[in-house]
């Protein structure tokens, strides 16, 4: 999917809400633990009921790596769903790879060419050589860890080297790689007063922005200092949406929670002239 594609689908749905697809068998609706495959049924219900009101969804693969080789199925199941009957939106593996090139290369195989995902997050630390391998498949994106959303994110992240805060080199140096459009970066939503300076290294660039909802982040201060000319923004909710209910109604529960978020969206997208 080309950057092109999902501003046109943003604009349609007046929504740039994506739904994080983290199955916990634990926290899954009980009756649905009666299924062949929990996992593939739990996402199938909450993407049928909430299609219509995000512009991509984004399973973390550790919640299917950790069931074996039955949640590598059900993701494949999920994608392989999504491909076919809503190939307008944009599909994440939240897998955070990067490693050196050969095996990059091969991550990026995994995701781009066996499961047809349309981009990957990957982890920046290991450098060029680590990243340009997913950079080189055409149409897909690469979502590189800039400035995340956990407490965590202060021990590395936000700290001065050379006069320059390490996110902002990550940025700057990230623009110098091959097919760097491609790139798309993952800036979480508890950093809401990072975004203006993030905005003056990318003024352009999709963000993906985890954070809002169970973690706190605010909808508001994100798009007041992230929102970019092309709208240049994917926000996520994943338990906020998903775990709205544990009942029979689980799916409807989630869609009106996704609802309450796309007009939260669609309030500000209008406001900006989009």
């Given at each position: 999917m080309t950057t092109d594609q999902l501003i046109i689908q943003i604009k349609r749905k007046q929504s740039f809400l994506c739904i994080g697809l983290d199955v916990?068998?634990?926290?899954?609706?009980?009756?649905?633990?009666?299924?062949?495959?929990?996992?593939?049924?739990?996402?199938k219900a909450i993407i049928d009921a909430t299609h219509d009101l995000c512009v991509a969804y984004k399973p973390n693969t550790a919640f299917y790596e950790a069931y074996g080789l039955k949640g590598w199925k059900a993701l494949e199941k999920t994608i392989k769903?999504?491909?076919?009957?809503?190939?307008?939106?944009?599909?994440?593996?939240?897998?955070?790879?990067?490693?050196?090139?050969?095996?990059?290369?091969m991550y990026a195989k995994a995701f781009?060419?066996?499961?047809?995902?349309?981009?990957?997050t990957v982890a920046p630390y290991m450098g060029k050589d680590s990243?340009?391998?997913?950079?080189?498949?055409?149409?897909?994106?690469?979502?590189?860890?800039?400035?995340?959303?956990?407490?965590?994110?202060?021990?590395?992240?936000?700290?001065?080297?050379?006069?320059?805060?390490?996110?902002?080199?990550?940025?700057?140096?990230?623009?110098?790689?091959?097919?760097?459009?491609?790139?798309?970066?993952?800036?979480?939503?508890?950093?809401?007063?990072?975004?203006e300076d993030i905005r003056k290294i990318i003024p352009e660039s999709f963000i993906l922005v985890p954070g809002v909802g169970a973690q706190?982040?605010?909808?508001?201060?994100?798009?007041?200092?992230?929102?970019?000319?092309n709208i240049g923004l994917l926000v996520n909710s994943s338990r906020g949406i998903i775990y709205a209910s544990q009942e029979q109604n689980f799916a409807e529960v989630a869609a009106i929670s996704a609802l309450k978020l796309q007009k939260e969206m669609q309030v500000i997208l209008r406001e900006r002239g989009f």
């Open positions: 916990d068998l634990n926290k899954i609706p009980q009756h649905l633990l009666k299924e062949e495959d929990p996992i593939f049924a739990f996402n769903y999504l491909n076919e009957k809503h190939p307008e939106i944009f599909t994440i593996a939240d897998a955070k790879r990067g490693d050196i090139g050969n095996t990059s290369t781009f060419e066996d499961l047809s995902f349309d981009s990957v990243v340009e391998p997913f950079l080189a498949f055409e149409d897909k994106h690469t979502i590189l860890l800039t400035l995340t959303s956990n407490e965590g994110a202060y021990d590395f992240q936000t700290k001065t080297v050379d006069g320059k805060e390490l996110y902002k080199q990550v940025l700057e140096v990230s623009k110098t790689y091959n097919n760097s459009q491609n790139l798309m970066y993952v800036v979480g939503a508890t950093k809401a007063e990072y975004f706190g982040g605010n909808l508001q201060d994100v798009c007041k200092y992230g929102m970019s000319d």
